[in-house]
């Protein structure tokens, strides 16, 4: 797999980060130490989790971070990784959990990042996250928690996921007037089908189009790292069943149904697999890209990192070529 710089940081990634919404629940022990070694082992470097996994389903708190934290501690592979981690997520666990009830301040944050350097076996976190913003709180507040933490050596470098782009530009500029290298990537929805689904469903989630996709493509020093890349499935179901199979999808929209035909001709002409062809769909955007890839299990994650996958183009997915290459 190939790997690039994050510019103006010291961290080297790899063009596909392996996401970890399923550690715990999809897979955990032996067969999590299989899949995270064979992901090292095809090149890759960038693990990603958060807090908050998956704390929607009842039971263990942090799941994921545990998982990764004991491979990690058993493996003693903790410098072979970018370890990324997202804190200030709404409390899922609470009887009256609410998405839209913030818990972002300073020490919030402090919270979940000590009970994540805990979990993960590590002193500190290459790269922390907010998983949320609250518009309420004035942006100097959240940066300057965030630089208290990396002067401490507990994260080396910080981030926002689902931010809207206005607030991204308005960190931006206090970190320039103070010196500050800011926020290094924004983790956001985004995928082949994300600018065509239908409304609904989380509203706190922030994908990567319109502003946002303007901002990235205007910003190359922020890196885009999408979620849900796989888009639910979507892809994956169409091809194997076609439109009956998706009915009821927030992605069996009317335009989502030719782009998915296309998909399914596009590897049939390649010889590439679903999964390929929508993490291609990465690789031909304007911006810097990282997608992270939450595989559920073993064979999805080798199938994905094939390094038979073909080299897609931007005319395979409809788009205009991008003057230069910005991995």
Known sequence: MRQFTIQDTELSVSSIGLGTAGAGLKWDGDEAARLFDTYLGLGGNVIDTA?????WVPGEAGRAERVVGDWLQRSGRRHDVVLVTKGGHPDLRRLDADIHRSRMTPADMRHDLELSLTALHTDAV????????????????????????RREG?????????????????????????????????EALFNLGVAHKAPGGDDTLV????????????????????????????????????APAVAGSEYATTANLAIAQNAVALAQRTGATMTQVVLGFFAVQPFACLPLFAPRNLAQLTDALADTAPAFTAADYGLPEVGADHH
């Open 207 to 242: 994908a990567l189009t319109g502003a946002l996709a303007d901002y990235h493509a205007a910003h190359p020093a922020l890196l885009a790292m999408p979620y849900s890349g796989m888009a639910n499935g979507f892809f994956h179901h169409f091809a194997q069943g076609g």
């Open 51 to 55: 807090r908050v996994y998956s704390d």
């Open 126 to 149: 290459d790269l922390y996250l907010y998983h949320r913003d609250d518009r309420s709180q004035p942006v100097a507040t959240l940066i300057e928690a965030m630089e208290t933490f």
């Open 154 to 186: 507990k994260i080396r470098y910080y981030g926002c996921s689902n931010w809207q782009a206005d607030r991204i530009a308005e960190a931006s500029a206090y970190c320039q007037a103070r010196g500050y290298r800011g926020f290094v990537a924004d």
